[in-house]
């Protein structure tokens, strides 16, 4: 029941999430929106607009109560105040039980000064108990100690003083012990239980704000056959995202990082026995693989151990933290279901036994990712409450729902608490009081079985830790020992939570799709199919997975939108790298005739095998066997003869390109140099043709000449016979006779 606006008890029909201001999309960027909101906007919105008198945080009374319906009280939060601490609390008080609380009490406060305790009626609603998160207690006060002063309070042994409040439940009824107050809870015997406001507030007596905390007293009186409230505690165990740089290459995780993480999982390790589902992340594992400091390979055998504890549940989850309505939106399916394949392989990679099946996302889901998701063998989902549309609760979401995962599958959804999330998120806040903020999440969880005790039909209810959770120890300490040890409340895995709670029938999700995707989708799809080319050339198959987790990792909605395209960058940066391991030599080509086999030297430093498709064209060379061939580069100077054929002398280019086997992929080019030193067999005959003409003519003409002259001197011979002149006798005389003859005769 909850309270009215105008103070009449009213089924809470507040929205099913709790009123928690959550976006509907972004994993990283919801949960530090959320801690700046703080809880006065949970108050806001789980009020629905029932204004309460006095704003949270704000100081209305510093006496010992308020009267009813009245004036609000005011009091520290988790966040306590150094002069007042908690150091350790009751969880619950039953029957015959006192309350008892270890304090720190700060050296500011005065030797004299005094402790003042404050009981307030039992809740009546969750969203009357976000207000005293909020700092506000609205309601009367049933109880109210005279100053208690805190000289007369025994010392622990462990630190702080002791202060025990014997409860009375019922008239009629006397507690075992005694103090220096009895908390009257003024209720019928079998009719107590429910969370009750307790103040604790000191009196220096010298002015000023009085430091003060509020926490809960928690009064549970179940029948031995109550059914009790399930609670599935899930905790991402994670690293912070760490893109590739420019240059392809990963930084080691800090050392702080690992300590936080480190902190976290040997917290869990100290309570076996309680049953928690945990989710470790697969990038997380592998990077710690690859490692080889000693921090390092600690924290991977302490995330080993802690999965490997039969109690809990370990989940399977994609390689890095993403988004799925983000990457289903952005048309980037086959970039979700790469997430989901490598997220296994890493975890079997790691010794890491993980259960498939159920997706975890604190992002707000659609029918279109859910489909895919049932599509990759997710029958089971973890969504915020604001994925469905319409209120399927009178109260809290208690029970799983079934929605729609498609045309013909149905998919069961466990609804997370943002209540109980955004506590959990508080806790990582600096300066918070850790067992405070603890008891105060037991304190909630008794509220919601007190929605509705004692029912034979199970109830459950999730909460979702952040996914770079830092918790104080403390924290987790006293959380983990209060759920194992409820009487009205059960811890269970999520695993538990499906096969023991009837999901309810008849869920819709919200058709609102998600936020516009800050990832570089042009740039993620080209990386990728070069990455999977890639991967049909190496004989390594180690090298292109590496690649691709760099591209995995980029896509992690831990990171903001820059450092997810420097990311996708890095990848692409890391895959040129491993091109540049394969080139073609530049050397000059000399032909000496006019075909001939010649050599093309590849030059691989790479350790892996290189399969890929060698084109060599040219525009005036000719390629008998033809341009394209397969090759195998298994040595670091690799030979590829290459028949060529000149069609005259001179300097030609031929371009030599290296592919991958499945295309799409250069994995080398280079413009070569051929010198052709030959004469072609049409140039040759060409040329033995006028040198033949030339000496036909040089023959007749020779020829020609030698002739006439034997005629000649063979005619002249006889003209001499005959007593002529020849043609040899000098010029004729005056007389016409010849000077030879003149000579002769």
Same mark, same amino acid.
């Given at each position: 029941?909850?309270?009215?606006?105008?103070?009449?008890?009213?089924?809470?029909?507040?929205?099913?999430?709790?009123?928690?201001?959550?976006?509907?999309?972004?994993?990283?960027?919801?949960?530090?929106?959320?801690?700046?909101?703080?809880?006065?906007?949970?108050?806001?919105?789980?009020?629905?607009?029932?204004?309460?008198?006095?704003?949270?945080?704000?100081?209305?009374?510093?006496?010992?109560?308020?009267?009813?319906?009245?004036?609000?009280?005011?009091?520290?939060?988790?966040?306590?105040?150094?002069?007042?601490?908690?150091?350790?609390?009751?969880?619950?008080?039953?029957?015959?039980?006192?309350?008892?609380?270890?304090?720190?009490?700060?050296?500011?406060?005065?030797?004299?000064?005094?402790?003042?305790?404050?009981?307030?009626?039992?809740?009546?609603?969750?969203?009357?108990?976000?207000?005293?998160?909020?700092?506000?207690?609205?309601?009367?006060?049933?109880?109210?100690?005279?100053?208690?002063?805190?000289?007369s309070?025994?010392?622990?042994?462990?630190?702080?003083?002791?202060?025990?409040?014997?409860?009375?439940?019922?008239?009629?009824?006397?507690?075992?012990?005694?103090?220096?107050?009895?908390?009257?809870?003024?209720?019928?015997?079998?009719?107590?239980?429910?969370?009750?406001?307790?103040?604790?507030?000191?009196?220096?007596?010298?002015?000023?704000?009085?430091?003060?905390?509020?926490?809960?007293?928690?009064?549970?009186?179940?029948?031995?056959?109550?059914?009790?409230?399930?609670?599935?505690l899930?905790?991402?165990?994670?690293?912070?995202?760490?893109?590739?740089?420019?240059?392809?290459?990963?930084?080691?995780?800090?050392a702080?990082?690992?300590?936080?993480?480190?902190?976290?999982?040997?917290?869990?390790?100290?309570?076996?026995?309680?049953?928690?589902?945990?989710?470790?992340?697969?990038?997380?594992?592998a990077?710690?693989?690859?490692?080889?400091?000693?921090?390092?390979?600690?924290?991977?055998?302490?995330?080993?151990?802690?999965?490997?504890?039969?109690?809990?549940?370990?989940?399977?989850?994609?390689?890095?933290?993403?988004?799925?309505?983000?990457?289903?939106?952005?048309? $980037? &399916?086959?970039? /979700? *279901? %790469?997430?989901?394949?490598? #997220?296994?392989? !890493?975890?079997? @990679? +790691?010794?890491?036994?993980? =259960?498939?099946?159920?997706?975890?996302?604190?992002?707000?889901l659609?029918?279109?990712?859910?489909?895919?998701?049932?599509?990759?063998?997710?029958?089971?989902?973890?969504?915020?409450?604001?994925?469905?549309?319409?209120?399927?609760?009178?109260?809290?979401?208690?029970?799983?729902v079934?929605?729609?995962?498609?045309?013909?599958?149905?998919?069961?959804?466990?609804?997370?608490?943002?209540? $109980? &999330?955004?506590? /959990? *998120? %508080?806790?990582?806040?600096? #300066?918070?009081? !850790?067992?405070? @903020? +603890?008891?105060?999440?037991? =304190?909630?969880?008794?509220?919601?079985?007190?929605?509705e005790?004692?029912l034979a039909?199970?109830?459950?209810?999730?909460?979702?830790?952040?996914?770079?959770?830092?918790?104080?120890?403390?924290?987790?300490?006293?959380?983990?020992?209060?759920?194992?040890?409820?009487?009205?409340?059960q811890?269970?895995?999520?695993?538990?939570?499906f096969?023991?709670?009837?999901?309810?029938?008849?869920?819709?999700?919200?058709?609102?799709?998600?936020?516009?995707?800050?990832?570089?989708v042009?740039?993620?799809?080209?990386?990728?199919?070069?990455?999977?080319?890639?991967?049909?050339?190496?004989?390594?198959?180690?090298?292109?997975?590496?690649?691709?987790?760099?591209?995995?990792?980029?896509?992690?909605?831990?990171?903001?939108?820059?450092?997810?395209a420097?990311?996708?960058?890095?990848?692409?940066?890391?895959?040129?790298?491993?091109?540049?391991?394969?080139?073609?030599?530049?050397?000059?080509?000399?032909?000496?005739?006019?075909?001939?086999?010649?050599?093309?030297?590849?030059?691989?430093?790479?350790?892996y095998?290189?399969?890929?498709?060698?084109?060599?064209?040219?525009?005036?060379?000719?390629?008998?066997?033809?341009?394209?061939?397969?090759?195998?580069?298994?040595?670091?100077?690799n030979?590829?003869?290459?028949?060529?054929?000149?069609?005259?002398?001179?300097?030609?280019?031929?371009?030599?390109?290296?592919?991958?086997?499945?295309?799409?992929?250069?994995?080398?080019?280079?413009?070569?140099?051929?010198?052709?030193?030959?004469?072609?067999?049409?140039?040759?005959?060409?040329?033995?043709?006028?040198?033949?003409?030339?000496?036909?003519?040089?023959?007749?003409?020779?020829?020609?000449r030698?002739?006439?002259?034997?005629?000649?001197?063979?005619?002249?011979?006889?003209?001499?016979?005959?007593?002529?002149?020849?043609?040899?006798?000098?010029?004729?005389?005056?007389?016409?006779?010849?000077?030879?003859?003149?000579?002769?005769?």
């Amino acid at each position: 029941m909850a309270q009215a606006c105008d103070g009449s008890r009213t089924p809470d029909r507040r929205d099913p999430d709790g009123g928690a201001p959550r976006r509907a999309g972004r994993r990283s960027r919801a949960r530090p929106h959320l801690a700046a909101l703080g809880l006065a906007a949970l108050v806001a919105a789980v009020l629905g607009g029932c204004g309460a008198d006095v704003p949270a945080g704000s100081v209305a009374d510093t006496g010992p109560g308020t009267a009813r319906g009245g004036s609000a009280v005011t009091a520290e939060t988790a966040r306590s105040d150094a002069a007042l601490t908690l150091l350790a609390q009751s969880s619950y008080v039953g029957p015959g039980q006192a309350f008892t609380a270890r304090l720190a009490i700060g050296s500011s406060v005065p030797a004299g000064a005094s402790v003042d305790i404050t009981v307030y009626e039992r809740l009546t609603s969750r969203s009357a108990f976000v207000q005293t998160l909020g700092g506000t207690v609205s309601g009367s006060t049933i109880a109210a100690s005279q100053p208690i002063a805190l000289s007369s309070l025994p010392s622990d042994p462990a630190g702080g003083v002791d202060l025990t409040v014997p409860v009375l439940a019922g008239s009629g009824v006397s507690p075992p012990s005694t103090g220096a107050f009895t908390a009257d809870l003024h209720c019928a015997v079998g009719e107590c239980g429910g969370v009750y406001p307790l103040r604790l507030q000191l009196d220096t007596s010298v002015g000023g704000t009085r430091p003060q905390l509020l926490t809960d007293l928690v009064y549970e009186e179940p029948p031995a056959n109550t059914s009790r409230l399930r609670v599935a505690l899930v905790t991402p165990l994670s690293l912070p995202a760490d893109p590739a740089s420019a240059t392809g290459a990963v930084a080691p995780a800090a050392a702080a990082a690992l300590g936080t993480l480190g902190t976290l999982a040997a917290a869990f390790a100290t309570h076996p026995d309680v049953a928690t589902t945990v989710v470790p992340s697969p990038s997380t594992l592998a990077s710690l693989g690859d490692e080889t400091g000693p921090r390092a390979r600690q924290l991977l055998s302490q995330l080993q151990a802690l999965a490997a504890d039969g109690t809990r549940q370990t989940l399977a989850g994609p390689y890095a933290a993403v988004d799925p309505a983000e990457l289903v939106g952005a048309g $980037l &399916d086959g970039e /979700l *279901a %790469d997430q989901v394949q490598r #997220g296994t392989q !890493a975890l079997a @990679a +790691a010794n890491v036994h993980a =259960a498939g099946g159920t997706w975890v996302d604190p992002a707000q889901l659609d029918q279109t990712t859910v489909g895919q998701l049932a599509g990759l063998g997710f029958d089971h989902v973890v969504l915020p409450a604001t994925s469905l549309a319409g209120t399927l609760f009178r109260l809290t979401p208690s029970a799983p729902v079934t929605v729609p995962g498609g045309r013909t599958t149905a998919v069961t959804a466990a609804l997370e608490d943002p209540i $109980l &999330d955004q506590q /959990l *998120a %508080d806790s990582s806040v600096a #300066g918070a009081n !850790a067992v405070l @903020a +603890a008891n105060q999440v037991l =304190a909630d969880l008794a509220l919601v079985y007190y929605e509705e005790p004692n029912l034979a039909a199970a109830r459950a209810v999730v909460a979702l830790s952040p996914t770079l959770w830092s918790p104080d120890p403390a924290f987790v300490d006293t959380l983990l020992a209060g759920l194992g040890s409820n009487p009205v409340l059960q811890p269970v895995t999520l695993g538990t939570l499906f096969d023991t709670v009837p999901a309810v029938p008849g869920g819709a999700l919200r058709r609102s799709g998600p936020d516009p995707s800050t990832l570089p989708v042009r740039a993620v799809r080209s990386t990728r199919d070069e990455i999977a080319a890639f991967a049909t050339a190496v004989s390594d198959p180690s090298v292109p997975r590496g690649l691709s987790d760099l591209l995995l990792a980029a896509e992690s909605d831990l990171l903001r939108p820059a450092r997810q395209a420097a990311g996708v960058a890095g990848a692409a940066a890391a895959l040129h790298t491993e091109l540049g391991r394969v080139s073609i030599n530049p050397d000059s080509i000399r032909l000496t005739s006019s075909a001939a086999n010649v050599p093309v030297t590849i030059v691989k430093t790479a350790s892996y095998t290189v399969t890929a498709v060698m084109a060599t064209t040219s525009d005036k060379l000719l390629l008998p066997q033809g341009g394209t061939r397969t090759v195998v580069l298994d040595r670091p100077t690799n030979a590829v003869y290459v028949d060529m054929q000149a069609r005259a002398g001179g300097v030609f280019r031929v371009t030599v390109t290296l592919t991958s086997p499945r295309g799409g992929l250069v994995i080398a080019s280079r413009q070569l140099t051929v010198r052709s030193m030959s004469t072609s067999a049409v140039a040759i005959a060409l040329s033995l043709g006028a040198v033949a003409v030339l000496l036909v003519w040089w023959g007749r003409t020779v020829w020609r000449r030698s002739g006439g002259r034997g005629a000649h001197s063979r005619s002249r011979r006889a003209r001499r016979a005959a007593g002529e002149p020849g043609d040899d006798q000098g010029p004729a005389g005056d007389d016409g006779t010849t000077a030879a003859a003149e000579v002769r005769h």
